[in-house]
């Protein structure tokens, strides 16, 4: 259990750029990957990005691959999440998620249920 505090969400126009940051409970951070998930009005919550405890490993959805980059830095107990070409399909809640590594630097989650611990969310919102 590891609490969590999305920021940098708003309203950009279409090709515009965000930058999201999620803020964790320093004592815990470092034992944990990080991710994000999204979820639109009417759909279900969708995995967009994730980094391994150790911070050399990466993955993210193919919607989002060339143009979302998630990183992190365990010094400010922070992981982000840099947007860039966004759609009005991008538009949605993210939310910042935690999963315990259980000493597996290395590990990349992207299941829903890998991840024990969520954000209240911040909203993007992409015009056209």
């Known amino acids: 259990q590891v609490q969590l505090v999305e920021s940098g969400g708003g309203l950009v126009q279409a090709g515009g750029s965000l930058r999201l940051s999620c803020a964790a409970s320093?004592?815990?951070?470092?034992?944990?990957?990080m991710g994000w998930f999204r979820q639109a009005p009417g759909k279900e919550r969708e995995f967009v990005a994730a980094?391994?405890?150790?911070?050399?490993?990466?993955y993210s959805a193919d919607s989002v691959k060339g143009r979302f980059s998630i990183s992190r830095d365990n010094a400010k107990n922070t992981v982000y999440l840099r947007m860039d070409s966004l759609k009005p399909e991008d538009t949605a809640v993210y939310y910042c998620?935690?999963?315990?590594?259980?000493?597996?630097?290395?590990?990349?989650?992207?299941?829903?249920?890998?991840?024990?611990?969520w954000g209240q969310g911040t909203q993007v919102t992409v015009s056209s």
């Open positions: 998620v935690a999963a315990r590594s259980g000493g597996r630097l290395h590990w990349v989650p992207r299941a829903l249920t890998d991840f024990g611990s």
């Open positions: 320093e004592r815990t951070f470092g034992g944990y990957a």
């Open positions: 980094i391994s405890w150790s911070g050399d490993s990466t």
